[in-house]
């Protein structure tokens, strides 16, 4: 190996991290002022359009069955989701909004969106398609399917 190393700065990872970290940091301050965490807003907006099984909630969100439990136990504490009977299979069960979740839900993501134009306002709308559209065909070509929640 010859030469210095890299820098810290040479690395597009490096920039990538940084802007994560931040634009993750300040949504979490913003949910945190409404008493959500990533994580509940992530499993809230998930249930919006349909009651689903922890277990694939647990896929979509990329955690175990166990912080499903963890995290669906606080929030039907809340009376923000329910647990009911699977229509198809009473045996099995799913996790669904209750009427306070569901009317959580477009505030939330109000906060998202105000948090994404906070944050991008500094690029065009072009550019910031662009990046929207270059961050998806990463996570496609590499198989990022489990929504963050951190």
């Given at each position: 190996?010859?030469?210095?190393?890299?820098?810290?700065t040479d690395h597009l990872g490096y920039w990538l991290?940084?802007?994560?970290?931040?634009?993750?940091?300040?949504f979490a301050a913003r949910l945190a002022?409404?008493?959500?965490s990533v994580a509940e807003w992530?499993?809230?907006?998930?249930?919006?359009?349909?009651?689903?099984?922890?277990?694939?909630?647990a896929e979509t969100m990329g955690l175990t069955r166990g912080a499903i439990t963890k995290l669906a136990d606080r929030l039907i504490a809340r009376g923000?989701?329910?647990?009911?009977?699977s229509e198809?299979?009473?045996?099995?069960?799913?996790?669904?909004?209750?009427?306070?979740?569901?009317?959580?839900?477009?505030?939330?993501?109000?906060?998202?969106?105000?948090?994404?134009?906070?944050?991008f306002s500094s690029l065009s709308a072009a550019d910031q398609r662009v990046l929207l559209r270059l961050m998806q065909e990463l996570s496609t070509h590499h198989g990022i399917t489990a929504a963050p929640t951190e």
């Open positions: 190996m010859s030469g210095a190393p890299s820098q810290l991290r940084a802007v994560s970290n931040r634009v993750s940091q300040d002022a409404e008493g959500v992530v499993m809230l907006r998930s249930l919006l359009d349909a009651a689903l099984p922890p277990s694939r909630l923000l989701i329910a647990r009911r009977a198809a299979d009473g045996r099995a069960q799913t996790l669904a909004l209750t009427r306070k979740g569901a009317a959580l839900v477009p505030r939330l993501a109000a906060i998202a969106d105000a948090n994404d134009a906070a944050f």
